[in-house]
T-cell receptor
Framework: GQQLNQSPQSMFIQEGEDVSMNCTSS?????WLWYKQDPGEGPVLLIA?????ELTSNGRLTAQFGITRKDSFLNISASIPSDVGIYFC????????????FGSGTKLNVKP | SQTIHQWPATLVQPVGSPLSLECTVE??????LYWYRQAAGRGLQLLFY??????ISSEVPQNLSASRPQDRQFILSSKKLLLSDSGFYLC???????????FGPGTRLTVL
């Protein structure tokens, strides 16, 4: 079945540092999504990407849809304590429009 | 705007008891609806999805079932809960005009 590899699994950084995480898939995706989940809550959509090469920002967050359509990355600049949480990538494969595939998540810890 | 509701927010049930979790979406019509389960500190496991009333696709064989009696209502059920059914259950929706998927607040289920 479809595999989404998300890395790193966890990160411990100092407040103010930049963060980068990425996802790779075994299939071509036509949509990449990035979510943040706080403890005990549902994931919240941060950024959606629809075209190969697309670079989209949302405040201090920037995400890119890889040229090969099999990868995506998320960058967080100048991290702050409220960035703490689990970040998930998700994608919609071109062969099944009804399903979304999720990475295993990156747990981000920010030290003040 | 669209909103998604789940209830109950938390539930503690004995082993062998029945289960019914409900999800409703407002502000959109004919959405795709999804049930996910998340174990503590883990990723999202797709359980069921539905592209229309009465249409259910099962992703993981188990003692859970799903039903969609109305366009914007999705129900997750079990006749007899197992200890392994404990987890955080998330409902989500996506639509034809959106390539994104949006999550509800989740239901925390503890089976004792």
């Amino acid at each position: 079945g479809q595999q989404l590899n998300q890395s790193p699994q966890s990160m411990f950084i100092q407040e103010g540092e930049d963060v980068s995480m990425n996802c790779t898939s075994s299939s071509i995706f036509n949509t990449w999504l990035w979510y943040k989940q706080d403890p005990g809550e549902g994931p919240v959509l941060l950024i959606a990407l629809y075209k190969a090469g697309e670079l989209t920002s949302n405040g201090r967050l920037t995400a890119q849809f890889g040229i090969t359509r099999k990868d995506s990355f998320l960058n967080i600049s100048a991290s702050i304590p409220s960035d703490v949480g689990i970040y998930f990538c998700a994608g919609r494969a071109q062969y099944n429009f009804n399903k979304f595939y999720f990475g295993s998540g990156t747990k981000l810890n920010v030290k003040p | 705007s669209q909103t998604i509701h789940q209830w109950p927010a938390t539930l503690v049930q004995p082993v062998g008891s029945p289960l019914s979790l409900e999800c409703t979406v407002e502000g959109t019509s004919n959405p795709n609806l999804y049930w996910y389960r998340q174990a503590a500190g883990r990723g999202l496991q797709l359980l069921f999805y539905s592209v229309g009333i009465g249409q259910i696709s099962s992703e993981v064989p188990q003692n859970l079932s799903a039903s969609r009696p109305q366009d914007r209502q999705f129900i997750l059920s079990s006749k007899k809960l197992l200890l392994s059914d404990s987890g955080f259950y998330l409902c989500a929706w996506s639509g034809l005009q959106y390539n994104e998927q949006f999550f509800g607040p989740g239901t925390r289920l503890t089976v004792l």
